[in-house]
C-alpha cells in the first residue's frame, strides 16, 4: 500500500473457552512466541502479551492493510492448533468466541504496555469479568449481556 501512512494501536482481548485456567505457566511463554509469530507473519507489529491462565492481552500496531476480525481469527485457530497438537491440555482447548478491541494513542502507549506485563499481579485484585466489564464501559461499547463472554461464576 504505497503512500499509505498509519499509527493504529489496537489491545485485544480474548478468552479460553468456559473460561476454563487452562493456559499453564510452563508453556505461556512459549504460546506468547508463537503468536507473536503469527502476528509478525501477517506484517503486524506485536507491542505486548500477556494474561493470566483464563485469557490473553495482546496490544498490536497495525497496519490497514489487514482486517483485524481476520487477523484475531488467525490467531485463534493457530494457536489453538498449537496447543492441541502438542496436548498441552487435556481433552481439546478452544478459545471463546468472539474478542474485545480498544485503541489508544500513542501517548497511552506506556501505560497500557505496563497495565498488560502486569497480568498476574493485577488479577489478584480483580477478575477477569470485573476487568473486560470495566473496559466495554470505559471505552462505551455498547453491549448485549447475553453475548457477552461465557462467564463462570467468580
Same mark, same amino acid.
Given at each position: ?8 494501536? %489496537?489491545? &485485544?482481548? #480474548?478468552?479460553?473457552?468456559?473460561? +476454563?485456567?487452562?493456559?499453564?505457566? $510452563? =508453556? ?6 508463537y503468536?507473536?509469530? %503469527?502476528?509478525?507473519n501477517?506484517?503486524? !507489529?506485536?507491542?505486548? @502479551? ?7 492481552? &495482546?496490544?498490536?500496531? @497495525?497496519?490497514?492493510? @489487514?482486517?483485524?476480525?481476520d487477523?484475531?481469527?488467525? %490467531?485463534?485457530?493457530?494457536? /489453538?492448533?498449537? &496447543?492441541? +497438537? ?5 481433552? !481439546? *482447548?478452544? =478459545? ?6 480498544f /485503541?489508544?494513542? &500513542? ?5 497500557? @504496555?505496563?497495565?498488560i ?7 489478584? +485484585?480483580?477478575? *477477569?469479568?470485573? $476487568? ?6 470505559? *471505552?462505551?461499547?455498547? #453491549?448485549?449481556?447475553? #453475548?457477552? #463472554?461465557?462467564? %463462570?461464576? $467468580?
Open positions: 500500500m504505497a503512500n499509505t501512512y498509519s499509527q493504529i494501536y %489496537i489491545q &485485544i482481548v #480474548f478468552a479460553v473457552s468456559g473460561r +476454563e485456567n487452562l493456559i499453564a505457566k $510452563e =508453556w505461556k511463554a512459549e504460546l506468547y512466541k503468536i507473536t509469530g %503469527i502476528v509478525t501477517h506484517g503486524q !507489529k506485536l507491542l505486548a @502479551i500477556n494474561g493470566v491462565a483464563d485469557h490473553v492481552h &495482546i496490544l498490536l500496531n @497495525i497496519k490497514p492493510n @489487514i482486517a483485524l476480525s487477523l484475531v481469527r488467525d %490467531i485463534k485457530a493457530n494457536s /489453538s492448533r498449537w &496447543i492441541n +497438537e502438542r496436548k498441552l491440555v487435556r481433552g !481439546k *482447548f478452544q =478459545w471463546q468466541e468472539g474478542f474485545g478491541a /485503541s489508544y494513542s &500513542i501517548s497511552q502507549l506506556d501505560d497500557v @504496555i505496563d497495565y506485563r502486569r497480568q498476574e499481579s493485577h488479577h489478584e +485484585e480483580r477478575t *477477569f469479568k470485573q $476487568e473486560y466489564l470495566a473496559y466495554l464501559d470505559r *471505552f462505551r461499547v455498547d #453491549f448485549d449481556d447475553r #453475548f457477552v #463472554f461465557d462467564w %463462570i461464576d $467468580e
